[in-house]
């Protein structure tokens, strides 16, 4: 159940990233972080082997993809 609001946290804070400017950047990214720490039960397959015991599975794009916004959303600030 944590993991699925705190992926409606990043869905929403994506929304919310570009017209706040910096501080959405700034909460879409700290999202995205708290999104790696709690997708554990979400996690499929995985997509790419890092190491024999670590890898990015389909759940980690959602992070990604956070994190890309939230760079986005900052560089684009004009604060």
């Known amino acids: ?3 699925g ?3 409606a946290a990043l869905v929403a804070s994506a929304a919310a990233a ?11 990214a700290g999202v995205s972080v708290l999104w790696f720490l709690v997708n554990a039960p979400m996690e499929g397959e995985v997509l790419l082997f890092l190491t024999p015991a670590h890898g990015l ?13 939230a760079l986005v959303a900052w560089l684009l600030a004009d604060d």
């Open 5 to 7: 609001l705190v992926l």
């Open 57 to 69: 599975s389909a759940a980690d794009l959602a992070g990604i993809a956070g994190l890309g916004i």
């Open 18 to 28: 570009l017209p706040l400017k910096r501080t959405g950047a700034v909460l879409l």
């Open 1 to 3: 159940m944590i993991a």
